[in-house]
Structure formats: C-alpha cells, structure tokens
C-alpha cells in the first residue's frame, strides 16, 4: 500500500518550489508600500474612506471626484505620508477616463491598483423608471468599472510586474453591491448594474490573469454613507435596516476600505475572480432566521 508521500509526484523533488515571493506580515510594514492606487468617486462616502485606507497602508492615490471638492481627501492623503493627485472626471465618459489614468501614469510612473468605486443610484418604480435613469446608473455603475478596468488593465499590462512593490502586474477591485445578488424592487437600473459588474468583474480575471493581473470585487451591505442616509438616519428607518443585517450593526466606510485594503494587497495574491460580501450577513437571508 502507498501512503501520498510514496507517490513519486508527492517527492519533494517533484514539487514546485515553495514560493518565497508570498508575503508575510513580518515582512510587509505596510501592505501597500511604493504602490500607486486609483480610487474613483473618491471625495465621498465608501470612495473616501477606500482612498485614505490606501494611503495608510503606504500607496501614493489618485483621488478621482467629479463634482465639489477633493481637497479634504487630498488633504488626508498627504497627512498620512503619500502624495495624492485628484483628478475631475466623469467615468461614464470614455474621453475622461482615458486622460484620467494618463494623468495619473504621467504624474506617479504607473499605476498598480485601480479602485472603481463611483456610483450612484436613481431610484423609481419599474413603471415611472425613465430611459434616462436607467442609462445614468449603467452608464455610471457599469460602463464606468468597464473603462476604469480597460484603461487600468492596458497600464498594468504594459509595465508587467515590480516585483519590489507587488507580485501582482495590477490589481483591479470592482465596487459591487450585496445587490449583484439580492434583487431589490425599485432598483432594477441599480441591481442590473451590480449584477453586471459581477459578470464583468469574473471575466476580467479570467481574461487578465494570465498577465498577473487579478480582479475581484467587494459586495458592501448597508454602510452609513450619503447615498443611503434615508435607510439609517431616524432611529425608526434603522430599527428598520436592522431587520435586513444579522450582525445589527450599520457598517462603516472603515470596513469596505480594511477589505479594499487586503484585496489590493499581495496578502490576497491567490484570491482573483470573487465578490468579498461585507455586508454583516445581510446576504445570509436573515428572513429565514425565523421563517421558512
Ligand atoms: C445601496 C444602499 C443600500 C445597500 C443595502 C447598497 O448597494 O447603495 O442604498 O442601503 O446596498 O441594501
């Protein structure tokens, strides 16, 4: 009889060599040390947060915004050590987007990780639903991920691996919903388009992985930022909110950024084609806690 270690493709010889490029913490003071990132809608809500974070963890950041101010966020950025660029653009617009990441490969050398985060939501009934709500939300939510990911994935493609920054050529974090898979009544423009992003988000990290590029996405909750103030502001509409998330507690734009964070670091190298739900188990169906 044979054990698997008589199996002469289990002989050490036999084996790939350990790799030696994995990280370890001992050896990462910060995860993103000498990275650049690009974080779009960064000047608000998930976006900021995810922008500062990244910083922290030791990337300069290109703070993409397109209306008010990118100030304060620059402003961080820099209080944390990083240089930071902000630059306006609409990423539903193909123009914009490809002068963006040409700025920002211009001003910083490369970029390593890109962040597409800006979204919104026009909400209606199904029925009152306009043409051009629907368009705003794809064209935002899904085009603009399409023409972050495309003008990112050619820079990373183009410079291949540092390997003294990442063993990764790019790393591309899609911002999706919990709603790519719980459908949600009078948010079909918004739903589609997080639906899309995750079958976009899968096909790139098929597609680009053979260059060392991974993409992955992260699936965030309920998390107390503008776009949803109505669903968390009164005590009623949270004792509301509550019902939906199993960890009752709103998130924080802290906890998307700690997962944006990780996914972009080499502490995620073997992690590439995944939505990271972080949502406090609002997608473990909590009506079914009781019911069913
Ligand atoms: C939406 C929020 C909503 C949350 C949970 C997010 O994607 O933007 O408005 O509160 O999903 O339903």
Same mark, same amino acid.
């Given at each position: ?48 947060? !995810?922008?500062? +974070? ?8 290109? *703070?993409?915004? $397109?209306?008010?101010? /990118?100030?304060? =966020? ?90 003294? !920054?990442?063993? +990764? ?8 919903? *919990?709603?790519? $898979?719980?459908?949600? /009544?009078?948010? =079909? ?104």
């Amino acid at each position: 009889m044979t054990t698997p270690s008589d199996t002469p493709s289990d002989t050490a010889a036999a084996r790939p060599p350990f790799n030696t490029d994995l990280p370890a913490f001992d050896r990462m003071p910060k995860l993103l040390t000498g990275q650049v990132a690009l974080v779009t809608g960064a000047n608000s809500g998930i976006g900021q947060a !995810v922008a500062i +974070a990244m910083a922290q963890a030791g990337a300069d950041v290109v *703070v993409n915004y $397109v209306a008010g101010t /990118a100030d304060p =966020v620059v402003a961080a950025i820099e209080q944390a050590g990083r240089r930071a660029l902000a630059v306006k653009a609409d990423v539903s617009e193909e123009d914009q987007v490809v002068a963006m990441v040409a700025e920002a490969v211009k001003a910083f050398g490369t970029i390593d990780i890109m962040v597409a985060n800006a979204g919104l939501q026009r909400d209606a009934p199904l029925t009152a639903m306009t043409l051009a709500e629907w368009n705003k939300v794809i064209g935002v939510n899904l085009t603009g991920q399409f023409l972050c990911a495309r003008e990112a994935a050619k820079e990373f493609i183009r410079r291949g691996v540092r390997r003294e !920054v990442s063993v +990764a050529a790019g790393k591309i974090v899609c911002m999706s919903s *919990v709603h790519e $898979v719980i459908p949600w /009544a009078g948010h =079909v423009n918004y739903a589609s388009s997080k639906g899309g992003i995750q079958m976009m988000m899968k096909s790139l990290a098929q597609e680009l992985a053979p260059h060392r590029i991974r993409a992955n996405a992260i699936g965030p909750g309920a998390i107390r930022t503008p776009i949803n103030t109505a669903a968390w502001e009164t005590p009623e509409a949270y004792a509301k909110l509550m019902a939906l998330v199993p960890y009752r507690r709103i998130g924080e734009p802290q906890d998307i950024a700690n997962a944006a964070v990780f996914l972009a670091s080499d502490m995620a190298d073997y992690i590439n084609g995944i939505t990271l739900f972080v949502d406090g188990g609002m997608t473990c169906y909590p009506g079914f806690a009781t019911g069913g």
